[in-house]
């Protein structure tokens, strides 16, 4: 859970910088539009990560191997 919220910050974290950046006037920045946004888009990008490992495209590191 906590790695899916570190990705969710990340993501709210890269949006407000890119629009600084991209945009050329200045807007108002809406929290709960960013917040519901880079969670959603968190969401996807779990699903679609877990999908693939599931899929055997992308392989898992093995963390627990037992010795």
């Given at each position: 859970?906590?790695?899916?919220?570190?990705?969710?910050?990340?993501?709210l974290?890269?949006?407000?910088?890119?629009?600084?950046?991209?945009?050329?006037?200045?807007?108002?920045?809406?929290?709960?539009?960013?917040?519901?946004s880079?969670?959603?888009?968190?969401?996807?990008y779990?699903?679609?990560?877990?999908?693939?490992?599931?899929?055997?495209?992308?392989?898992?590191?093995?963390?627990?191997?037992?010795?």
């Amino acid at each position: 859970m906590g790695y899916w919220l570190s990705n969710v910050v990340g993501i709210l974290l890269m949006q407000y910088g890119s629009k600084d950046i991209f945009q050329k006037d200045s807007q108002e920045h809406s929290l709960k539009k960013e917040l519901l946004s880079g969670l959603v888009s968190s969401t996807i990008y779990t699903i679609v990560i877990i999908l693939l490992i599931q899929l055997k495209i992308l392989e898992a590191p093995v963390l627990f191997a037992k010795s």
